[in-house]
């Protein structure tokens, strides 16, 4: 399975290091909530190894780790995005109901 | 590599890069919502790719097809459950429990690889050592993550536990820790160092998050979040997949950068809070019924004249607003009084709340417009301009005292309150904060105290101004 040398994993582990730093930062603190439980449906990508391991698996003891890493990794990919989609949607820039009278100017928030 | 194993690499590439692009979505509350949709979609995508990937190589029995749809089915519908049902004050806990599957699940990952290796000691460090690593921090992650949900949701004591022993427990522990990660890095093939090193870090978790208190909640969160990604990208090490690796440290990155935003906000260090400060009990101490002589007490009819009156009006919501579910009648009155032409904003300590930007999303289920939160360095400007401050179970980030050295919150960041051309109050009685000490500005000739609930006593200003304002 080693098709992958240690340089390249390491590379690519310093660079997203630093994508992620980069991209994170400039999120606001008005949405640090939603992006925390957002980053936590990007490692929900851990049951991609579930999966993987799952098709290794030839003895109990394997099947019950397998199954257990898949119930973790779907909980943790589903439930993730469906709650970072509901608090994403409270997030309006004028109140659902009624009218505002004074002026809702889109600041930029960066 | 053959060509199918290939083309779900490309993808899996594409995945990535869709997390972050998504991430990046996520700079702004406008095309926050579609930046996760481009995530979840590329998730779904690398998910049946990974099925493709499955059914192709053929090594995988049919006990393990029935083993990943099973527990495929049954972990969604836990997680859908879960998402659908939580109330919007009850997120660091959920928060909490996703990072304990996810760090839980990558543990896992590199048990089951070590154990179905058939040559273990074969492996060699390159895959013993990341997987080592992975079931130490994940391992670490699950237990600290279940315990640290525990104390949010109040199953587990929010107040610092100490136990006979803890300091001990706390030196001997990440020894141990060390002497089994290097004991399996050299025999991946020793099932009592793996089970071994397994018990210890489940137990170091409990024992890591036991002694912090409720107030160092969001750097907890936080933290442990970064942990659950480095687990993840020690799993993509173990299994070669570089998409492990690069969402896990995304990931990992986002948790670090909020760990040092909450620790910063708080003026303490990481360390300082591992260790366990004064971040002690949940509750206010609801002793101290009453106001002292120097304070001065206000009552709602007060209050709604002033806030009638004002042409500029800062709310500073803490996290005791959240506590009493009073953020929809906030919500309300600020509506009124926008309505009559106030120009209302609100105040948002980055500590406000159980995690990293809590209130804020409190807030916007009460329908406040996202346009109205604002941040500490943006607003602290304008409360010169502000008629009135209305504080709202916010305590010690607005205490004047932080800007004077020599005591327990000196240097923290606060809400410059205190220069608002008047304050109120809104307090159950003179209780103190987390810190312990007296909020001078309580004792400010300008600050009305309002001693109520705060539910009650937003619903009362909410009476009162309705009378003015008609």
Known sequence: ?110 | MDNVSNAVHYIFLTTAACFVIGLHLMNHPRTARRGNTVSAGAMAVAIAATVWLVAHEGTISTTGWLVLASGGLIGAALGLYAAREVKMTAMPQLVSLFNAVGGGAAALIAVNDLLQADHPAALGARVSLPGALDIVIGAVTFSGSLIAAGKLQGVVSGAPVAFPGARLLNVLLPASFAAGTVWLVLAPDSLVALYGLVAVALLFGVTMVLPIGGADMPVVIALLNAFTGSAVAMAGFVLDETALIIAGMLVSSSGGILTKLMADAMNRSIANIVVGGFGTGDSAPAAEEGAPAQVRSVSADDVAIQLAYASKVIFVPGYGLAAAQAQHELGDLAKMLTDHGVDVSYAVHPVAGRMPGHMNVLLAEANVPYTRLKEMDEVNPEFPQADVALVIGANDVTNPIARRPGNAISGMPILDVDRAKSVVVIKRSMGHGYAGIDNELYTDPKTGMFFTDAKKGLAELKAAVGEFVG
Do not use: Q
Not at chain 1, 76 to 97: H, Q, S
């Open chain 1, 1 to 110: 399975m080693n098709n992958l040398d240690l340089l390249t994993a390491i590379t690519v582990f310093v660079l997203s290091v630093l994508v992620g730093v980069e991209v994170i930062s400039k999120v606001p603190a008005t949405l640090h909530t939603p992006l925390m439980s957002g980053s936590n449906s990007v490692h929900g990508i851990v049951v991609i190894g579930a999966m993987l391991i799952a098709a290794e698996s030839h003895t109990w003891l394997g099947y019950v780790l397998a199954f257990a890493a898949m119930v973790f990794g779907a909980m943790n990919v589903v439930g993730g995005y469906v709650v970072t989609d509901r608090m994403l949607e409270m997030f309006k820039a004028r109140p659902a109901t009624g009218k505002s009278t004074s002026d809702a100017r889109e600041k930029a928030e960066v």
